[in-house]
């Protein structure tokens, strides 16, 4: 019998990205499509008290064959909950979030939805999967059908294989995949870590008062070269290499614990 497997997003349940991923992990396992009703971008893992919880069962019709799907009132990490406990009738064996319109680099992944669904996969202890497509801002949270998804998608089966076929070591809760936009079937992958510095760079909103409706804006930090070259953001952007990160839900400071107590317990009043 194939494997379950969860596929949510965060750019909601008609995504292309999405139906590009579900096509493909049909080749490993069984997919359940359980995702945001609507676009719920930069949601992270968060549970938002005013989210209806409504679930509906609709049918999708994706490359001359319809899928029963269930969109969900709520984040993406709530239509992880959702899905494992209500939809599937066993916990997946995968959890797979993506594919993402827009990058997801260093210090800013815990603002991505796509991370955060799989976040909360790995914290009810679900081999998780979180992949991501390079593209142009205007892209971020769009439905373009200009965005080309089938090299991302080959990565989320090849690696989505992986997670369902052998146990990753300890530490390693979940993995995040940054795929470039030019990037190919053949295009080389590399083990990175999370940058230290802010890709995405906030911006004021645009307004003349307090009182009028605005929103944050952001952009790509200019300087590129200023990142580590073993970081996801180098390695996506200037080498040009599928970015595979492996994330941990232990957020500890890797300071020494007692060299620490020391500083605090000397300098405290």
Same mark, same amino acid.
């Given at each position: ?116 669904? !799989? ?10 999967? !979180? ?107 200037? !080498? ?30």
């Amino acid at each position: 019998m194939k494997p379950d497997i969860l596929l949510t997003n965060d750019d909601g349940i008609l995504s292309p990205g999405l139906w590009a991923a579900a096509a493909r992990l049909e080749e490993v396992g069984f997919v359940h499509v359980v995702a945001p009703r609507e676009q719920s971008s930069g949601m992270g893992r968060s549970l938002p008290i005013h989210s209806d919880g409504i679930i509906t069962e609709q049918t999708v019709r994706v490359n001359e064959r319809d899928w029963q799907v269930f969109s969900v009132g709520g984040s993406p990490a709530q239509a992880v909950i959702h899905g494992v406990l209500e939809i599937l009738k066993r916990k997946p064996a995968l959890v797979v979030s993506g594919i993402n319109y827009g990058e997801n680099f260093g210090t800013g992944v815990t603002i991505s939805g796509t991370v955060g669904a !799989a976040m909360e996969a790995a914290g009810q202890g679900i081999p998780a999967l !979180a992949v991501s497509l390079e593209t142009e801002k205007h892209h971020h949270v769009s439905y373009s059908e200009e965005v080309d998804f089938s090299a991302s998608a080959e990565f989320t089966v090849r690696f989505a294989r992986l997670l369902l076929n052998h146990e990753l070591p300890e530490d390693v809760d979940l993995l995040k995949v940054e795929v470039p936009s030019d990037a190919t079937t053949d295009s080389p992958w590399e083990m990175t870590r999370l940058s230290m510095i802010r890709y995405y760079e906030s911006l004021p909103p645009v307004r003349s008062n307090w009182s009028e409706p605005a929103r944050l804006d952001y952009h790509v930090t200019a300087d590129l070269n200023s990142f580590s070259l073993d970081s996801d953001v180098y390695v996506t952007r200037v !080498a040009r290499k599928v970015a595979v990160t492996a994330l941990s839900l232990d957020m500890t400071s890797r300071v020494s614990l007692s060299k620490l107590d020391e500083v605090i317990r000397a300098r405290l009043p």
